[in-house]
C-alpha cells in the first residue's frame, strides 16, 4: 500500500520537507489525527500545521484570504514558511487546537510534494518526534524515536533547512510572527510592506507549534553560556567529574575548552540551523552528563536558530535530575544559565 493510500486509509506517515520530518495524518479525519496526538504525546489543545500541495488550493482550508497572505505564498511557496489565517468550516477543532485559525504551509521537499499531490488531500503534520523532543531532520531519528508507531516512514534524506518553518498570522489586523524560522523577518516585511509584530510573551489566542517555552530539547541537561562564561564553567565540570560536551560558536571558545566532546559549529545560521538537531542528537545518545552550548549572535540572522536551542535549554530548570542538581551545586548556577 502506498503512502497515500495509507493517509486515505486513516493511516499515519512519517514523511520528509525541507524543515523536519513530519508526522503527518489525513486533515479532515479526526481518529487519524488523534493517532498522532497519541503517537506524539502532545497536547491536544496544540495545533497542528496543514501541508497542501499548491497554493492554489489555500481557500479551501481558509475563510478568508488577504492580498497579504497571497503575495507571501507567491514569493516563498512552496518553503519554510506557515501562514495562520482564519479558518474555513471544513478544518477540524482538533487540528487547530480549538482556536478560529489555522496554520497552513506548501513545503518544497519532492518527497512531501509527491505524496501530497498524490494524496490530494491537506496533511496534518507536527514534527515526527516526541512532543518537545529535538525534532528529527533523517529518517532514522524518526525510527529511533518513534519505532513502529507510524505505519510508514518515508526516507527522503537529510533535511535541507534543519529547523522548523517561520509562522506567520495574518488573522488579525497586523501580521504577527509566532515562530522563527527558514524565512527572516526582514524577508516578510518587504514582501508585505508592513512591520511584523514580535510576541513578547505567550498568548493564549496565538497559539502555535513550537511555542513552549520547552522544546527541541535533549534529555541530557542542556543550557547556554556566553563565550567568556564558557571555558570557566567547562574547568569546574571537568573537576567536579562531570563529562561535558560543548557546541563552541567561536574558535576562541573551541580552544580554551579542548576536549573530546566540544563541537566547533558552523558560522553562520543556515549552516548552524542545518546540523543543530542532528548534532544534538548524537551527544544526546553518548554518555554526557551536561550540554553547554556557546550563546549565539543577538543578531537577527540568528533568531531563528537562537530561539531553538534557548527553549532546548529550557527543560532542565523545571523537571531537575540528580546531574542537574549536583551541576547547580558545583556551579552555583540553574540551568537557565543564571
Not at 317 to 336: A, I, L
Request: charged fraction near 20%.
Amino acid at each position: 500500500m502506498s503512502a497515500a493510500d495509507l493517509l486515505q486509509a486513516g493511516g499515519v506517515v512519517a514523511f520528509p520537507t525541507e524543515t523536519v520530518y513530519g508526522l503527518g495524518a489525513d486533515a479532515e479525519n479526526d481518529e487519524a489525527v488523534r493517532r498522532i496526538f497519541s503517537i506524539k504525546g502532545r497536547p491536544v489543545d496544540h495545533p497542528l500545521i496543514v501541508h497542501l500541495a499548491e497554493m492554489s488550493l489555500i481557500n479551501r482550508w481558509a475563510r478568508a484570504v488577504p492580498d497579504s497572505a497571497l503575495r507571501l505564498a507567491e514569493c516563498f511557496w512552496p518553503g519554510p514558511l506557515t501562514i495562520v489565517l482564519q479558518r474555513s468550516s471544513r478544518v477540524s477543532d482538533l487540528v487547530t487546537g480549538g482556536l478560529d485559525t489555522v496554520g497552513i504551509r506548501v513545503p518544497a521537499h519532492p518527497v512531501a510534494q509527491a505524496l501530497l499531490r498524490e494524496f490530494g488531500g491537506g496533511i496534518a503534520a507536527p514534527s515526527a518526534n516526541r512532543f518537545g523532543r529535538i525534532s528529527p531532520t533523517r529518517a532514522e531519528h524518526v525510527q529511533e524515536e518513534l519505532g513502529a508507531a507510524p505505519d510508514l516512514i518515508l526516507d527522503g534524506g537529510n533535511c535541507q533547512v534543519g529547523i522548523e518553518s517561520t509562522i506567520i498570522s495574518l488573522a488579525a489586523e497586523r501580521p504577527i510572527l509566532l515562530r522563527p524560522g527558514g524565512i527572516s523577518i526582514a524577508e516578510l516585511e518587504e514582501v508585505l510592506g508592513d512591520e511584523i509584530i514580535l510576541l513578547r510573551q505567550a498568548d493564549p489566542a496565538q497559539r502555535s507549534p513550537g511555542s513552549h517555552a520547552s522544546h527541541y530539547a535533549p534529555q541530557t541537561p542542556a543550557f547556554v553560556v556566553s563565550m567568556d562564561e564558557l571555558p570557566t564553567i567547562f574547568r569546574c565540570q571537568v573537576k567536579a567529574g562531570y563529562n561535558v560536551a560543548i557546541l563552541c560558536f567561536t574558535e576562541t571558545a573551541s580552544e580554551a575548552c579542548s576536549s573530546l566532546g566540544c563541537v566547533l559549529m558552523p558560522k553562520d545560521p543556515d549552516n548552524y540551523a542545518r546540523v543543530i538537531y542532528t548534532i544534538l542528537r548524537l551527544l544526546d545518545a553518548a554518555d554526557y552528563d551536561v550540554i553547554l552550548i556557546e550563546a549565539l549572535p543577538e543578531t537577527e540572522p540568528w533568531r531563528a536558530v537562537r530561539d531553538r536551542i534557548q527553549r532546548a535549554a529550557q527543560l532542565h530548570d523545571k523537571k531537575r535530575t540528580s546531574k542537574g542538581e549536583n551541576y547547580e551545586k558545583t556551579t552555583g548556577r540553574n540551568f537557565n544559565g543564571k
